[in-house]
């Protein structure tokens, strides 16, 4: 991700971004009708846990624990494609999950994340624990929750998008391009698929584990989602952490959503003073962040349960 207004990082390093293979420890199960109501918003956004989520940020810095958890996936399926980058072909994977027993096409609405991070040529050591991490640790306990209602666990698609990060700079909307290579893949795949036009909305989370919390949501955030989400907050007694960004655009993964059709907000801190520094490390990150953007997003999806339907 990068915003506009700041100045872009130029690398020019050979690419050998760790394939940090996510175990998705996704395990929900689906049954019964599409139409039972959502879950009362207050009580079922409240089981999102920020230390369930902590936890899986922690263990996502081991590539062997999740390479171990891989085994275990239950509905996870890999979106492989090889993108044209600054420095040659490289091969990418998205990771989409669903309830086991869902069909493809009862998704309403997808949320995602970043699972890739930045590569820095060593002795430079990039953890990426905010950037990378939080989101990826967070979704997983969003998946945990959703399986606890499984009918309106179908009406999510989760997505782990793998080449968010650019090699050299952003370059987006015409080739060469470089970044969002998993969000751009995926939604070309659905807009060529006929997909895209199923999806009611979206919502991305990057980098928003900042301890010191202050989601930063773009200038192109759609106006209905980004109300929603200040709604759900006031009701959790979180509104003073949410507001925009105002120091230019933020180029993300729901770039492209947005540009398939499917309005898609970003939940961002991009306050972040360790962004794509050495110090993005697990201290600079907080369950109680975590808890409180997967708690309002959500509360806002079972607010928006008429239009998931
Ligand atoms: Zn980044």
Known sequence: MRATARPLHTHG????????????LLCLTASGCGNKPAPAPEAFSREFSGQKAFEHVELELSRKYIEEQLRAVGWTERQTFTDPTPHGPIEFT????R?????PEDARAVVCTHYDTKYFAPPLRFVGANDGGSGTGALIEFARVLGRDKAF???FELVFFDGEEAIVNFVVDSAPYDGLYGSRHYAHALSEGGRARQFKMGVLWDMMG???LDITMPSDSPPKLAAGIFAAADALGTRSHFGYFKNGEILD?????NRVGIPTLDLIDFDFAAWHTPGDTLDKVSAESLQTVGQATLYFFCGADEQLR
Request: net charge positive; hydrophobic share 45%; aromatic share 10%.
């Open 153 to 155: 666990a179908r009406r």
């Open 210 to 212: 900042d301890r010191d």
């Open 253 to 257: 993964d729901h770039h492209y959503l």
């Open 94 to 97: 998205n990771l989409i999950a």
């Open 13 to 24: 390093m050979p690419f050998h971004a760790p394939r940090w293979c996510l175990a998705a």
């Open 99 to 103: 309830p086991a027993d869902a069909r």
